[in-house]
């Protein structure tokens, strides 16, 4: 699998902000991908060290649509808390 088709896009939320003091950033990637596929795609792209991955799989949520009574889904993703060494940052998310 490519670097570039990895990660997906961030996940830009108030826990994620929290975690950013910490050094961990929150990416939505994709399903296929392995935890060294990740950890090669932000050691590439953000030019920084890796500490750890934890990843999760996460079930689309069931939406009722307002206008018939039926029901939608969204779709399922897979996310990845990357925790960087020591002072490395990610700018991306900074400014």
């Known amino acids: 699998m ?12 108030e826990k994620s902000y929290a975690l950013m003091d910490e050094g961990a950033y929150v990416f939505i990637v994709d399903p ?10 932000v050691e590439s792209t953000f030019n920084v060290r890796v500490a750890s991955i934890n990843t999760m799989n996460r ?12 029901f939608g889904q ?4 897979k996310r990845a808390i ?7 940052r990610i700018e991306l998310f900074e400014s």
Do not use: F, M, Q, Y
């Open 82 to 88: 990357v925790r960087l060494k020591g002072e490395d």
């Open 74 to 77: 969204r779709p399922d993703t």
């Open 32 to 41: 296929r991908a392995s935890k060294v596929e990740i950890r090669e795609a």
């Open 2 to 13: 490519s670097e570039r088709n990895v990660l997906l896009k961030p996940v830009i939320s």
């Open 59 to 70: 079930k689309g949520k069931r939406k009722r649509n307002r206008r018939a009574p039926t």
